[in-house]
C-alpha cells in the first residue's frame, strides 16, 4: 500500500476501535460515513423520539450529532483528545424523518488545544440546520484506543 | 387563591402542557422537578447507552439537559421561546447511572432576547458537571402552547 | 485590622499592581471601581474615538471593558490567570458620552479553569448593553503580580 | 469595467463609506487591506497602549480587530448588518509591535442571520493569535451607507 493509503487505513481503524466504545453513536443509529485526518463526516436519521416542545427536533440531539462529528475529527491524531467547550447556532429547524449530515473540519491547533468546525446540513435540500464549534484539547500522555 | 398561587399554577400548567408535547425529554426520562417565572430544574438519571468513546457521559447529552432546563425557563413568560444559540463548557467527567440535575436561571430579557445560564450539577457530591448558556428569541405572535 | 479587613486589603492591593501594569486600562481610561474575592467592576466613560461604523460604541471597547472587568475578577485569587475564550451578546446600543460599569462574577472554578460573567450596564437608566462569559485558566507555578 | 471589476468597485466603495464613520478603526490605525462578497481582511499594529497587566495585547483589542473584520465582511452585501452575538478563543499571546492581520470569512446566512469566522495570525511567523465567531443580523429596511 500506499503511505497515503496506510494513513487512510490507520484513521479507519482509529475510529472504528473507538465506535467500538461508543454506545451514544450505536444507540442513536449514528454512522461514520467518512473520515481523514482533522476531518470526519457523520450522519443521523431523526425520529420521532428527538422531538422537543414544538414539534421540531430538539436542539440537544443537533449540538450531539455536531459534538460526535467533532470528537471523531479530533480524535483522528492519535493523542486523546476531549471536549472542553462548544458552541451551537440553530439556524433552521429539522423535522422528523430528515437525515442530517454533520461534517468536522479542523480549523487550527496550537499545542494541546483545537478548533473544530462542524456544519449539520440536510442533504435533501442542502440547507444548513446548524453551526457548531468545539475546541478540544489533548490528554498528554493518553495515547488514543487505537493510537 | 392567592395571586402567587394562581401564577405558580399557571407556570405549572404551561410547562405541563410543554411536556406532554416534548418526546425528547419523555425518552429520556428527563423529568422537570421545579419551575418557576424564568427559572427551571430538570433531572436526568444517566444511563449506558449515553456514554461517549471514552467511557464517560457524552457531553451532547450533558449539552441537551442543560438545554431542555434552558427551554423550560425560557417558556414560562407565555409567548413561544427558541434556541437561536447556545454555548457549554464540560468541567468534569459524569459517568454511567449518575443522577444530573441541570438549573436554568434568566440572566437577561431584552425585547424579544433572553440569556439563560444552565449549571449542571451532580447533587450526590454537589460538583458542577457542566456550565451552559442559551440565548432565546421569541416567536412574535405565536402564544405558547398553554399561553 | 480584621481578617475579612485583612483581605480586602490584600486583594485590592494586589489589583493596584496589576493595574500599574495595565496599559489599555490606564490608556482608556478604564477604572477599578470596586474588587472582592471572584468579583470586580470596572467602568469606562465612552468618547467619540470608540465608535463603529453605525455611529454607536464599537462592540470591541463593549467586550474589551467586560474583559478586563473579568481578567481582574479572576486574579484576585494569587495565581496569574488568563483569558482562554470568552464569548459576548450584544442586547442595546451605547452612545458616545455614556458611562458604562461592568460588573464581573464568578460562576464557578474547577481545578485550574475558571468561569466569569460579566454584565456591562449603562448606570444612568440601569439597562443592560451586553453580557459576556469569560473562562480563564490559571498559569501553574505562576504567583501574581503580588501573589 | 467587466461585470466583476464593477461588483468590487461596489464593494470597496461601500466599505470605504463605512470606514469614513468609523472612528475605532481610524483612532486605532486599523486599516481595511482587502474586501469582497461576505469576506474581509484588515490589519492593525499593535501599540505600547494595548498591553494588558501581563504585559501581551489585551484580549479587548485582540477581539475588537476580529470584530471590525467581521463588521466589514457582513456589511459587504448592501443592508445594514449588526453584530449580535461573538465568540473568541485566544490561542497564543501576541507582544507589543506585531502587525496583526485578520481575515474574515462568510461561512453562512439563512435569511436575516450571518456567520462570520475570524482567524488573527501574525503574518510575520503565519502562527494563528486567536480565532473568532461572529453573529451578525441584518436591519431590515436600513440600506447600508452606499447601498
Known amino acids: 500500500m500506499s503511505h497515503d493509503a496506510d494513513t487512510a487505513s490507520l484513521i479507519w481503524s482509529r475510529a472504528m476501535a473507538l465506535y467500538a466504545e461508543d454506545r451514544t453513536c450505536q444507540s442513536l443509529g449514528i454512522v461514520v460515513s467518512d473520515i481523514a485526518s482533522g476531518?470526519?463526516?457523520l450522519q443521523m436519521r431523526?425520529?420521532?423520539?428527538?422531538?422537543?416542545?414544538?414539534?421540531?427536533?430538539?436542539?440537544?440531539?443537533?449540538?450531539?450529532l455536531a459534538d460526535a462529528a467533532f470528537a471523531y475529527a479530533a480524535n483522528t491524531h492519535g493523542p486523546v483528545a476531549v471536549a472542553?467547550?462548544?458552541?451551537?447556532?440553530?439556524l433552521r429547524p429539522?423535522?422528523?424523518?430528515?437525515?442530517?449530515?454533520?461534517?468536522a473540519e479542523e480549523r487550527t491547533r496550537v499545542g494541546l488545544n483545537g478548533i473544530y468546525d462542524v456544519t449539520v446540513r440536510r442533504p435533501e435540500d442542502e440547507t444548513v440546520v446548524a453551526e457548531?464549534?468545539?475546541?478540544?484539547?489533548?490528554?498528554?500522555g493518553k495515547p488514543g484506543a487505537a493510537g
Open 46 to 64: 431523526v425520529d420521532e423520539t428527538m422531538l422537543n416542545m414544538h414539534g421540531t427536533v430538539h436542539g440537544g440531539y443537533l449540538f450531539l
Open 132 to 140: 457548531f464549534r468545539g475546541h478540544s484539547v489533548l490528554l498528554p
Open 84 to 90: 472542553q467547550s462548544a458552541q451551537a447556532v440553530f
Open 94 to 103: 429539522a423535522l422528523s424523518g430528515d437525515l442530517l449530515v454533520a461534517e
Open 39 to 41: 476531518w470526519a463526516r
